[in-house]
């Protein structure tokens, strides 16, 4: 079973819509992250969270709010998508595999707004 | 701030060739620097990474050097395979910590005809 899982996995919605992409995780490391990759962008980090009780923005938060509702769980919304938010979105957890600090990815939700 | 700049793709190569993916980085201390390969369809992997100057990072026939004197990690192999065709992001985190964080380069995208 993968260690890091996303769902849905693909979605496609309106301008105007509010969307929740859910993120778990099996590693139990308190880091979760959530990217958005866009072409010749790389990847931009939008929100961290370092445990249940600590919530950061990161570089493009804005039109996106996160929860994290236990450590194994870091789910992201946008309350009213719009077509700029098309792109394809990466949970990350971080923690230690063979003592060393290594970051793992979901496998990604690709989502389309209309 | 923190920032990554790799060579733009696409690299379209063929089988056996030597491939060189150049990265370079700002960054203020010390960071680690990180290889990650994403295969079609597929999440981020990390592929190798770097801690401290000097340090060479080395995976699946892929190497590089952390090059402090240039801020440089430049991303080597002897002889690509077809099953090397994949987008690979070079990325640097500061030192660790409650802070940690990872930036990205915007991604390479490497094909391997047979």
């Known amino acids: 079973d993968a260690d890091v899982t996303q769902t849905p996995r693909n979605r496609i919605t309106k301008t105007g819509k509010r969307i929740m992409l859910e993120c778990s995780q099996t590693k139990g490391h308190d880091r979760m992250y959530w990217y958005r990759q866009d072409p010749g962008l790389g990847l931009r980090l939008i929100y961290y969270s370092f445990d249940v009780k600590d919530i950061n923005k990161g570089e493009i938060s804005d039109g996106y709010s996160v929860s994290r509702q236990a450590q194994a769980k870091f789910s992201l919304s946008l309350e009213s998508a719009i077509p700029n938010q098309t792109a394809l979105y990466f949970c990350?957890?971080?923690?230690?595999?063979?003592?060393?600090?290594?970051?793992?990815f979901g496998p990604g939700t690709r989502l389309t707004v209309l | 701030g923190n920032s990554v700049t790799q060579m733009e793709g696409p690299v379209t190569l063929s089988e056996e060739a030597f491939l060189t993916i150049n990265c370079t980085y700002t960054a203020t201390g010390y960071p680690s620097l990180f290889w990650y390969v994403q295969y079609p369809g597929e999440g981020l992997q990390l592929l190798l990474k770097?801690?401290?100057?000097?340090d060479k990072g080395s995976n699946k026939g892929f190497e590089a050097t952390y090059r402090k004197e240039t801020t440089s990690f430049h991303l080597e192999k002897g002889s690509v395979q077809v099953s090397d065709s994949a987008v690979y992001f070079c990325a640097l985190s500061n030192s660790g910590g409650s802070n940690y964080k990872l930036t990205f380069g915007k991604g390479t995208l490497l094909t391997v005809n047979p």
């Open positions: 990350a957890t971080r923690g230690l595999a063979g003592g060393k600090d290594t970051q793992y």
């Open positions: 770097a801690t401290k100057a000097d």
